[in-house]
Each structure stands twice: as structure tokens, then as C-alpha cells.
């Protein structure tokens, strides 16, 4: 049979497992990312990892047929198999992944993509997009991701980062993000920016919340969709914000490849209705005519636990 | 030799030509659009337009192989030959444009699709994209369209709808549009934005200009850009503004597919660097760090006065 390795690198951890066709991750094993100072001694360590997922994998099922592997990771580019400068990550300025792997894995294929666009790959061959050829992905975590599916492809752009859509400005003048810009969609509909929206409501209502009790500096995006589940009208107006923000940007970012679907995947989307209903309802509101009951907002199919791992292992499927 | 021929569907007048490969138009005829109150009518009479226009061709030229026909026309879809519901023309409903014409017209190829998907055909086979494979097309006239190439591609979407950058919402709550919606970029940079806000900077600075005389319901983009060119500080400030805005959207957008270059066509370009030097500078300014430095805003290399044929032209060449 033949598998795909999968590498999510992540800032704690890097997890590294081994995909069958049928989305099954069949071994897996992960390790600390942030005690590695630079990348090499990261590259023996997930050479390390790998092998060990090739031999767990073997010892099950008898003689494999290795596809290659795949790696997500935050500023991954695929044109040129690096990573460059990635903020939550230990090596710095630009890091040849690709190269530092292949020196160490026998393999016949390796190549490294952007985590939102491994996520969208991953949608494409192993989750809810098989029969979609043109949507987009959108991944809500501690930022917010994205990638473009044109004519059945992902979009890498002319360098190598297209789909980048956390970071449009969808509120001129608003929340500061990390680059120093305002009002990035993801300083509002990231899990991160639900958080923000949380104390931006409570500074506009001043209102008593269930979460009154928790120290600020430990409030989850989870925390405030379970006080919103409970009727919580703060939680409930962070949701209804967020969701109808979302909806908005969506409906202006169809207007760009006209993606039949938009798939949203992370945390957040945990939250169902609480999220989904605001978006479904600002997003058909905010198309244009033309536009209008021709594409809709779907809840990712990937498993949230092993979306990163299948989705860096997509990339084989689509490339190799 | 092969021509190809290019039809141009406007509100006001209707146009054909004949092209060559190196982007001459060898004949050309025109005709008014409005005068015909049916689609059968307007497709008899446009018959009769390209009939007159191949003849010239042939008597002037000898022998021709056409390769086809092209149409740029308002709210028209690649995918379905048709166009739908445009605002500014006759024929309401959905009006099956190519079936009319293949009715009409021996050709071995007919197709349509939207004037700016036109246009960023024609920069791409005729103007400045020859060697640009991810680009996106954008001219500024009475609204604000756009085209995507992905890969050395138009993209359609899913729908044949695809690139409507002048819906997308950059100032929420802004100016009205059309659709009835606020803050889309056309409100602001299109030639009719730029009047718009002419007025906006007349209400911010009550201060005299070069224009005073002109009665409100004839000015200009031509003619603001005129007196900004003589250091007219309203009609300064209109364009600084107007760049602005723009650069800030175009670095927005950037962030879906990642263009090498932004092409940018129609009358506000005349202005030169009115309008360039601060859209450029912009621009730069709000790519996020991984973008900058890689991507351009240039001047379409397409004759404006016969962009819109050669573009429709392009069509031909692009899907024959």
C-alpha cells in the first residue's frame, strides 16, 4: 500500500504522522518544537520522528510504498521549500527546510506549503472539497489563515504566499496586529481576535458576564462560545459581532476568484450556530446581485486533531 | 494572416474591430448601442457591424483566416455565453449573446466575457502581461472592474463571475453604491468616485478652487486631474486621497493570490503620477514584511482608445 507523511510544525509542537488514501493516520509521533535553537539540530530531531513513523507504520502493515512527505508550517514558502522568518518559531531569517530534510530522508518527494494552505489541501483530498474545484479556506486559530482553490489548484502566487487574507484590512484605523497594521480581518475573527471582541464588548455595554470570575489574562475564545451556549449577553454579542464581521469580509473576498464554497475550519467553528449563523446571514446580505444564492459557508470536514498532519500529507497527493 | 475580431459592448456605442497579431486594428466600425430596444435587434445590427468589418478587412488585405470573435460586455459570463441583467444596456433578463450570434455569423469561435476580464486579456496577449503570469487587471471608468490571471490564466470561478475587486467593501459605512451597498471601492477610485470625493474634500475643506465656476453636474475627473496638475489644493487632496485609498485596497488584495504586478487602465491614469505616486506609495507601505518589495502597480500598456477591442480581441486568442 502506498502512505504519505504528513508534518505539521507548529510553535510547541511538530507533529509528524503517516496518511493512508483514505485519510487514515495509521502512526504518529510528536515532539517539542521550541527546545531546538536552530534548524539543524530541528532537522535531526524530525528526521528522527520520521523515521520512527515509518517504522511503527511498517512494523503494522508490512511493506509500504512512501509517496513523500509533506510539511506545513507558519511562512512556509512553496516555491522555494523554506521557511522565512516565522514569528513563533526558534530559527531565524530564512531557512531551507526542504534542503535540510532531503539531505537526511530518503524519499523521492519532499515539499513544504503554509499551514492554511496545507489545510485547504487537506480539505481538497481528504476532507468536504473532493468535488469542489474553486473555494477558498479559511483557518481561524491564533491568527487567521487562508487558501485560494482556483480551477481545482491552490494558488501559490508568484512567490509563493498568496492567500493571505488575515491579514486585509477590513476595519481602516482598527485593531493594531503584529505587523503594526490596523484592523486585519485577524486581529477580529481569529480565535485571538474573538478574545479582543469579548473586552471591546464589555467596554461598550459594561455589562456583568458569566466570565466575571476569570483573570483576564485566561480567557479563551471556548470559554466565552460556553458562556454565549449558556445565554450569556456579552459572550452572545462577541459571537453575533464576530460571525457578522466574518460574513462581510467573506462576501467582499468572493468577489475576488468567485469560489463556489468557503470552507472555515478551527476552534471557533466549535461554537456551531453561535458563529455560523451571524456569518451565513451578514455574508449572503453583503453579495452583490449577481452573486447572490450562488455559494455558501461550509464547516471544514477535516478532524480537528489530525487536520494539520493530513493536510501537510495532501501536499504530496497534489504535487508529487 | 489571422485576425481576430475584438466587439466592444458599451452603454453609449458599440464597437468592432479587426485585429492582427501584433495588436493593430485594421478596420473597425461603430454603431449605437441604445437605439436598439431588443436583443434580436441589436444582434442584427451587429451582425451587419462585423460583416462590414470583415469585409474591409478582405478588401484591403487579401485573403484572411479568422480565428474568431471576442465580446467585452458589461455583466457578461464566459461560462454561459450570456449577459445578465446589465444596468446600463437595453436588453434585460438574461440575454444568450453568443447563441444570437452564431445564428448570425459563420465563425468558428464566439465567445464573451465581462469588459474587465477583457481587459486583463488584452494587457496579457497585446499590452504589458506578455511575460506576467499572475496578475490582476484593474480600470477605473465610470465603475471600477478587474481580472484575475492565476498561472497564466483568467480566472472565471465557479460561476464565471469571478473579479469584482470594485464590490469589495474598503470603507464600511461608506459611500452608497448601485447594489445599494456602502463602501466599495468603486465608490471612491473609480473616475465617478473620484468626482465623489472632489465634493467630499470641497465639505472637509470649504476652501476655494480652480472649478468654482464649473456647475456641479459637469465636473470631472479630467477636469480635477487638470487642476491638480495647475496645484489646485481641493482638487490636490482629491487625488492624494484617491491614490491613497487605492494603494491601501491594492495592498489588501495582493494578499489573495499573490500578483507579481497590478496593471492599472482607464482616463484617471492620465493624471500620471497624481494618482500613481501615492497609490505606490501606499501600496508599499501596507504590504505586510513578506510581501514587500516583490509586487508593482503599473500602467496598462494598452491604447485607451482601443483597449477595449483589443481586449475582446485577446478572448480569441486565449481560449481558441
Same mark, same amino acid.
Given at each position: 500500500m502506498e502512505l504519505a507523511l504528513g508534518v505539521d510544525i507548529g510553535g510547541t509542537n511538530t507533529r509528524v504522522g503517516a496518511v493512508t488514501e483514505d485519510a487514515t493516520v495509521v502512526s504518529r509521533h510528536s515532539f517539542d518544537t521550541a527546545v531546538h535553537r536552530d534548524a539543524d539540530s530541528f532537522a535531526d530531531a524530525l528526521t528522527a520522528s520520521v523515521h520512527q513513523v515509518m517504522a511503527t507504520a511498517e512494523n503494522e502493515l508490512g511493506e509500504i510504498r512512501w509517496a513523500g512527505l509533506g510539511i506545513g508550517a507558519p511562512n512556509a514558502n512553496f516555491h522555494k521549500g523554506t521557511i522565512e522568518a516565522p514569528p513563533n518559531l526558534n530559527f531565524k531569517g530564512i531557512t531551507p527546510m526542504v534542503n535540510l530534510l532531503s539531505?537526511?530522508?530518503?524519499?523521492?518527494?519532499?515539499?513544504?506549503?503554509?499551514? !492554511? +494552505? =496545507? *489545510? &485547504?489541501? #487537506?480539505?481538497?483530498?481528504?476532507?468536504?472539497?473532493?468535488?469542489?474545484?474553486?473555494?477558498?479556506?479559511?483557518?481561524?486559530?491564533?491568527?487567521?489563515?487562508?487558501?485560494?482553490?482556483?480551477?481545482?489548484?491552490?494558488?501559490?502566487?508568484?512567490?509563493?504566499?498568496?492567500?493571505?487574507?488575515?491579514?486585509?484590512?477590513?476595519?481602516?484605523?482598527?485593531?493594531?496586529?503584529?505587523?503594526?497594521?490596523?484592523?486585519?480581518?485577524?486581529?477580529y475573527c481569529s480565535a485571538t481576535g474573538i478574545v479582543r471582541t469579548f473586552f471591546e464588548m464589555i467596554a461598550l455595554h459594561n455589562k456583568?458576564?458569566?466570565?466575571?470570575?476569570?483573570?483576564?489574562?485566561?480567557v479563551?475564545?471556548?470559554?466565552? !462560545? +460556553? =458562556? *454565549? &451556549?449558556? #445565554?450569556?449577553?456579552?459572550?452572545?454579542?462577541?459571537?453575533?459581532?464576530?460571525?457578522?464581521?466574518?460574513?462581510?469580509?467573506?462576501?467582499?473576498?468572493?468577489?475576488?476568484?468567485?469560489?463556489?464554497?468557503f470552507f472555515l475550519f478551527g476552534g471557533p467553528l466549535n461554537s456551531g450556530e453561535l458563529i455560523l449563523k451571524p456569518a451565513r446571514s451578514a455574508y449572503e446580505a453583503n453579495l452583490i446581485d449577481p452573486y447572490k444564492g450562488k455559494s455558501t459557508l461550509e464547516v471544514s470536514a477535516l478532524p480537528m486533531g489530525d487536520a494539520a498532519i493530513l493536510g501537510a500529507a495532501a501536499l504530496v497527493r497534489a504535487e508529487k
Open positions: 539531505e537526511r530522508i530518503d524519499l523521492p518527494f519532499i515539499a513544504i506549503t503554509n499551514d !492554511a +494552505n =496545507a *489545510a &485547504a489541501l #487537506g480539505e481538497k483530498f481528504y476532507g468536504a472539497a473532493k468535488d469542489v474545484n474553486n473555494f477558498i479556506m479559511v483557518t481561524l486559530g491564533t491568527g487567521l489563515g487562508s487558501g485560494y482553490f482556483v480551477n481545482g489548484k491552490l494558488v501559490y502566487g508568484h512567490d509563493g504566499f498568496a492567500g493571505e487574507l488575515g491579514h486585509v484590512t477590513v476595519v481602516p484605523g482598527g485593531r493594531y496586529c503584529g505587523y503594526g497594521r490596523r484592523g486585519s480581518l485577524e486581529t456583568p458576564t458569566l466570565l466575571d470570575d476569570v483573570p483576564v489574562g485566561r479563551t475564545s471556548k470559554s466565552i !462560545a +460556553n =458562556a *454565549a &451556549a449558556e #445565554g450569556d449577553f456579552i459572550a452572545t454579542e462577541t459571537f453575533e459581532f464576530t460571525g457578522d464581521l466574518l460574513g462581510k469580509a467573506l462576501a467582499s473576498f468572493a468577489l475576488t476568484t468567485s469560489p463556489e464554497k
